[in-house]
């Protein structure tokens, strides 16, 4: 196996806005974010690979905003059709996602709890988003949850961590992780759950940590800024 030095190896800071912000709200995260990221010389870390997911209907002003800033932030969806283009009322196809994101979050556990999706289901919206070249970012509460082959990207996040001030400690997401890469042979696992800027570095200072997806934390751009500014390589 070859074996990738730190500074080779990347990570991942990603902002699941979930269902917030208006599009002027958006617009706004980024013209801030803009402001802060040149008073800091338009520098980010080596290696880390900064991603927001907004809501569908807000793709667009977000891919405006990052080229006409000059961000080097990727744009990822909170979710994709399990269908190609056609009669789906309602659903956002892959073929429609990729001119906007490299990314798209599949199975959070908000998706599986409030719209019943489950491991079928997902299966198929994963390989739409590889057949269109989207990078996917398979969401799990476990080591025990299955994972659809050719995913590359997982995310351990923890039912009683999110959205409640709680994570899990940085000792049992790495065991946890470890164990999510061994079953399954996946070399890159994050974690998210109540991450934010204070504790943020004691998570990627993990092994097996190789990133986090940050909801709460993320709405905000000094604190996504600061996220990005303390997760230490
Ligand atoms: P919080 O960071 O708000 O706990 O949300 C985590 C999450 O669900 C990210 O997908």
């Not at 969401?139 to 961590?161: G, N, Q, R, W």
Request: glycine share 6%; with cysteine.
């Amino acid at each position: 196996m070859v074996s990738i030095s730190p500074k080779e190896r990347k990570k991942y800071l990603i902002g699941n806005w979930k269902s917030n912000k208006t599009k002027s709200q958006v617009s706004a995260f980024f013209q801030e974010f803009a402001q802060k990221f040149k008073s800091i010389g338009n520098k980010k870390p080596e290696g880390l690979e900064l991603i927001v997911c907004p809501v569908f209907i807000h793709l667009e002003e977000s891919y405006k905003q990052i080229i006409d800033l000059k961000l080097p932030i990727l744009l990822g969806a909170q979710d994709i059709s399990p269908f190609e283009m056609g009669a789906f009322t309602g659903e956002v196809t892959g073929s429609q996602l990729k001119e906007y994101v490299s990314f798209c979050i599949i199975g959070h556990s908000e998706r599986r709890k409030y719209f019943a999706e489950d491991d079928a289901l997902l299966v198929k919206k994963a390989a739409l988003a590889k057949r269109e070249g989207i990078e996917v970012i398979y969401c799990v509460p476990d080591s025990l949850t299955s994972i659809p082959k050719d995913v590359k990207i997982v995310a351990y996040e923890p039912v009683f961590a999110i959205g409640t001030g709680t994570p899990d400690t940085p000792d049992n997401a790495q065991k946890v992780i470890k164990e999510i890469k061994s079953k399954n042979n996946i070399s890159l696992v994050l974690y998210g759950g109540s991450i934010n800027k204070d504790n943020i570095s004691k998570y990627f200072e993990k092994e097996d940590i190789d990133g986090v997806l940050v909801g709460t934390s993320s709405l905000d751009p000094d604190s996504f800024m600061q996220m990005m500014l303390n997760a230490a390589l």
